[in-house]
């Protein structure tokens, strides 16, 4: 089993959907968790970071659920520019080493 | 805020030749820096911690004499592919931890290479 899994998608939804992506994680101890965008051929990109008490930036909602072991990105009413790949970020204990999920694509169209 | 800067962005190499990637931190020191690889539609598989002023440390299946780490100065990293194959086609990319709490990440912009 991968240390961070996601659902690759694509997710194809219409502008204005409201859409999910889930990131579950194997390591217990794992303590950092953040949502990273990344658009074709280029970096990855901080959206936001996640916690127990769930965080929330505009249109968009993470939320953390340690007994269950995920993670979750919620975006309401979707633009065309929320298209991207969007990777789940796990950092385990004292590690300072990230580890990545695969990334979720997304594709909102008009 | 601190910056990593990556280049070159894109290149392209015939087979057997050697290419140099540099990463560099542009405000502050980095006396860690990471390097990934990302085929398309995969994650960023880490290759390699490269350690300023000490040898690197290669993930397991990454070939230390094939991929040549060097972090000679707290603010350059270079990762080298020697006598490149088509099949290290790829995204290559650097990242540096962030100065005190909170895991922040510091990417360099990433280099596509593609062997021909």
């Known amino acids: 089993r991968k240390e961070v899994e996601q659902d690759p998608g694509p997710f194809n939804v219409p502008e204005g959907a409201t859409v999910a992506f889930n990131c579950t994680y194997s390591n217990s101890a794992s303590q950092s968790f953040f949502w990273y965008r990344q658009d074709c051929r280029k970096e990855p990109k901080l959206l936001m970071s996640?916690?127990?008490s769930g965080n929330e930036d505009g249109r968009f909602t993470a939320q953390l659920n340690r007994a269950s072991q995920y993670i979750s990105l919620l975006i309401r009413d979707s633009k065309l520019s929320d298209s991207a790949t969007y990777l789940c970020?796990?950092?385990?204990?004292?590690?300072?080493?990230?580890?990545f999920g695969r990334g979720t694509s997304l594709i909102v169209h008009p | 805020g601190a910056v990593v800067s990556q280049h070159p962005s894109w290149v392209i190499c015939k087979s057997g030749t050697s290419v140099k990637i540099e990463c560099r931190s542009l405000?502050?020191?980095?006396?860690?820096m990471f390097w990934y690889r990302q085929f398309p539609k995969q994650s960023l598989m880490l290759m390699a911690t490269s350690n300023e002023g000490s040898k690197a440390t290669y993930e397991q299946g990454v070939e230390k004499d094939k991929f040549l780490i060097n972090h000679a100065s707290l603010t350059l990293s270079t990762l080298t592919v020697t006598s490149a194959h088509p099949e290290d086609s790829s995204f290559y990319i650097c990242?540096?931890?962030?100065?005190?709490?909170?895991?922040?990440?510091?990417f360099g912009e990433g280099s596509w290479l593609t062997v021909v």
């Open positions: 996640v916690y127990s």
């Open positions: 405000d502050f020191q980095a006396t860690t």
């Open positions: 970020v796990v950092f385990t204990g004292g590690s300072y080493i990230p580890t």
């Open positions: 990242s540096a931890p962030g100065q005190g709490s909170g895991n922040t990440i510091y």
